[in-house]
């Protein structure tokens, strides 16, 4: 892990117009110093030795699902994350919607068609790693409105899981929240475990 030099410009906050308390704590964090200007990022040695064992990779499928950093400019995550940790791979996909490889929300108002578009990012991702739903481990599912949607997302889940033939199941949980986008009616994130291959 290299020391992080960015320059004033290409923070996303105007140094300028922080509030006293944002000062107080980005001081606190060590980005900032006693005069309020910006500090180089130097990462402990403990962080750079405890790193070394674990390779870290972006995952993506251009194919189906832009970037991250192009969905709603700019995001900071990744779609997705390949841990390769002693002869295993997890792989954290990002909460992945119905959006298509120009970032653009597809489906609008189409619950069922918006899952089964999630289901294909997030398979496409798993598939540009050497993986399948067999390896999902656990699914957190984000649905707009629950009480409405609900009962059809468990039936396409449902049926797109005993169609793959998944035995057993993905550890999962169903919540309602409000999605980064209005016409977004779904989101899942899944969590993938297998050997190196």
């Known amino acids: 892990m290299a020391n992080c030099v960015i320059t004033r410009d290409e923070l996303l906050v105007d140094l300028e117009c922080l509030t006293d308390g944002e ?31 674990i390779r870290k990779s972006v995952i993506s499928a251009p194919e189906v699902l832009n970037e991250a950093f192009h969905y709603a400019k700019p995001s900071s995550f990744s779609r997705g994350l390949r841990l390769d940790i002693g002869g295993y791979v997890i792989l954290l996909i990002s909460g992945t919607a119905s959006i298509d490889e120009n970032g653009k929300t597809i489906h609008v108002g189409d619950f069922g068609a918006q899952c089964w578009r999630t289901y294909r990012n997030i398979s ?12 999902v481990v656990k699914a957190t599912c984000y649905l707009r409105d629950i009480e409405r949607d609900y009962a059809q997302f468990n039936r396409i889940r449902t049926s797109f899981f005993r169609w793959l033939g998944l035995d057993p199941l993905p550890a999962s949980v169903g919540v309602q929240t409000r999605l980064c986008r209005e016409d977004l009616l779904v989101e899942i994130e899944a969590i993938a475990i297998f050997p190196e291959r």
Do not use: C, F, I, Q
């Not at 496409?124 to 390896?135: F, I, K, P, Q, V």
């Open 124 to 135: 496409t991702l798993l598939a540009s790693e050497g993986a399948t739903w067999h390896d």
């Open 23 to 53: 000062r107080d704590e980005m001081t606190k964090l060590g980005m900032l110093d006693l005069r309020g200007d910006l500090e180089e990022y130097v990462p402990p040695p403990s962080v750079v030795a405890r790193n070394s064992g």
